[in-house]
């Protein structure tokens, strides 16, 4: 019993042990630096007092004559000075950048936002699946990377497979339990260390989205459009400080490569040594990005130019918002996988349930598979939904309608005198209907072999496609095409049923005046056979009426899987 997630791919395709030597070798070809991307420099004092006290014994002299001589307080002329201060500084390391005489950034500064902004774009498709509606799936992934043992405790204890041999847990509710308890003691083997490292991922990978995400065009367009003031953006400008401020750590090579071989999994051909490649080339060039922002925030002093622009020691940016509880996230994703786990149960167990009453009724020990309308003809690569349906259409057609049920119709329909001719035109054409179902079957069928149109399509789409996914891109419209067959004959088949019964109902049962009415010798057909003729019209119709049930079954069944 598995899912389709992303996750179950990831952990089906290859082992822990496969897992850990591609990291190992991913991580000796591309180094990550791991340095902070910004340094931890004190900002300048907005204590002035403090700053009185710093200053040597000539500049206290000197600022005591300043305030005798120019009537200012001391602390305003501090102010001034540490403000002066801060303008050398940011004119000594950053003049390229900003100018403390006109308060203006410069074509350079415009320049380092379109590179960061061009350098973010390569996150942008990794990002958007591991922070996006798969976000439990890449949380618990990357936490199978740092924690593999925990990883195979919960994949073990979620399988139900080994579960539903167990005689003592005798349904659904016992299981649930079984495993809850199961999973609730691997969160508690989780250490404080291994909390600590998912924690600076996720710090990490929040900083990070910011980044990738933030609107960049807007503040270079605002630049554009009015000169390049801090007044043209100044609450981007602030949060773009914050984001930069915030992200000192720098993402660690376990969470590049997990957030890397999430956002390709399904896009590799499942070859090693390609996923390597991949995976190292998509690393170094995150490397050169991480080197990009630190060399950034090395270059353009940010948050002391936006103080001095505001003329605020004491600003700092607005902190990001925080992030999300990693380990909720977590424990969510396995209640999830349990759940969905135990309704694919629960949807196996019925479909059994549904194939046996079906091959039952048709008295055979299983219904007659199609040649090639099946997933296992196809290796699992292609799945068609309507596969139980066709089955028990031409088994019933095959073993149940073609004996009794056919020869006891012609009866009626050659002696039988009915009250409507269309009741018989009705029978007429709905027996005709089923004898030919078999054959609209069969075409639907041969279509799809290696030598059928629609066969050679898909075997073309499944050869051709380099990875994966596009393969399931490519299969799926020509899929559903034979499924819409499909479809089309089992609904006609429905409503044939239905109307089949209901003008045997009409030949025993009905009046004059209804809808399906009765036929007038009823109680002369067959001479001295018709009370045999007319038993057998009563099993007929009790057939036929549960044959009409079970198809339905069958096929409310698959269109609910196929949803």
């Not at 600022?63 to 303008?87: K, M, N, P």
């Not at 929040?206 to 630049?223: K, N, T």
């Not at 071989?261 to 060039?285: H, N, R, V, Y």
């Not at 009250?419 to 069969?442: G, M, P, Q, W």
Request: charged content about 25%.
């Amino acid at each position: 019993m598995g899912s389709g997630t992303v996750f179950d791919r990831l952990v089906s395709d290859m082992s822990v042990q496969e897992r850990h030597e591609l990291l190992s070798k991913v991580q000796l070809a591309a180094r990550v630096d791991d340095a902070p991307l910004a340094a931890a420099e004190p900002p300048e004092a907005s204590d002035f007092e403090e700053l009185y006290r710093q200053l040597s014994f000539w500049s206290k002299l000197l600022l005591t004559l300043r305030v005798i001589f120019s009537g200012r307080e001391r602390q305003a002329l501090l102010s001034d000075l540490a403000f002066r201060r801060l303008g050398q500084k940011i004119s000594e390391h950053a003049a390229a950048y900003f100018s403390t005489r006109t308060l203006e950034f410069s074509s350079a500064f415009t320049f380092e936002l379109k590179a960061l902004q061009t350098g973010l774009r390569l996150f942008d498709e990794s990002l958007k699946r591991a922070l996006g509606q798969e976000k439990r799936d890449f949380i618990a992934f990357l936490a199978g990377l740092e924690m593999p043992e925990i990883q195979e405790n919960l994949l073990a204890e979620t399988d139900l497979s080994r579960l539903v041999e167990n005689p003592l847990l005798d349904n659904e509710d016992s299981m649930r339990r079984e495993i809850e308890m199961a999973i609730e003691d691997s969160y508690v083997q989780i250490s404080e260390d291994d909390r600590t490292v998912m924690a600076r991922h996720m710090t990490a990978l929040r900083y990070l989205g910011q980044l990738v995400r933030f609107p960049f065009e807007r503040i270079l367009r605002s630049f554009a459009e009015h000169g390049a003031r801090l007044d043209s953006a100044p609450a981007l400008l602030e949060e773009l400080a914050g984001i930069l401020e915030g992200f000192v750590a720098p993402p660690g090579a376990r969470l590049l490569e997990g957030l890397f071989l999430f956002s390709f999994s399904d896009e590799q051909s499942g070859d090693e040594a390609s996923i390597e490649a991949g995976l190292t080339a998509m690393i170094a060039k995150a490397n050169s990005l991480i080197s990009q922002i630190r060399d950034f925030n090395n270059r353009v002093p940010l948050r002391d130019t936006l103080r001095f622009t505001l003329r605020n020691l004491d600003w700092t940016p607005p902190s990001a918002a925080g992030g999300e509880d990693w380990l909720a996230l977590y424990r969510q994703f396995w209640t999830d996988r349990l759940t969905a786990h135990l309704a694919e149960y629960r949807r196996e167990r019925r479909q059994r349930e549904l194939l046996g009453e079906a091959a039952g009724f048709v008295n055979l020990a299983s219904l007659p598979r199609l040649a090639y309308y099946r997933g296992e003809s196809w290796n699992g690569e292609v799945t068609f939904h309507h596969e139980h349906s066709l089955a028990f259409i031409a088994g019933f057609v095959g073993h149940v309608f073609s004996l009794e049920i056919s020869r006891t119709t012609k009866t009626f329909l050659i002696d039988g005198r009915f009250y409507k001719e269309e009741n018989r035109h009705d029978l007429t054409d709905s027996y005709d209907r089923i004898n030919r179902v078999l054959d609209a079957i069969r075409k639907l069928d041969e279509s799809l072999s290696s030598e059928g149109e629609q066969g050679q399509l898909i075997h073309q789409a499944l050869g051709e496609a380099p990875t994966p996914g596009i393969r399931e891109r490519r299969t799926e419209k020509l899929v559903a095409a034979a499924d819409r067959q499909a479809r089309g004959i089992v609904m006609e088949m429905i409503a044939t049923f239905d109307l089949y019964a209901n003008l045997i109902y009409g030949i025993l049962h009905g009046q004059g005046d209804s809808t399906f009415d009765s036929v007038t010798n009823l109680a002369f057909i067959g001479g001295r056979d018709n009370p045999r003729l007319r038993a057998s019209l009563a099993r007929i119709l009790s057939t036929m009426q549960r044959a009409a049930e079970i198809l339905k079954g069958l096929f409310a069944f698959e269109t609910e899987s196929e949803q």
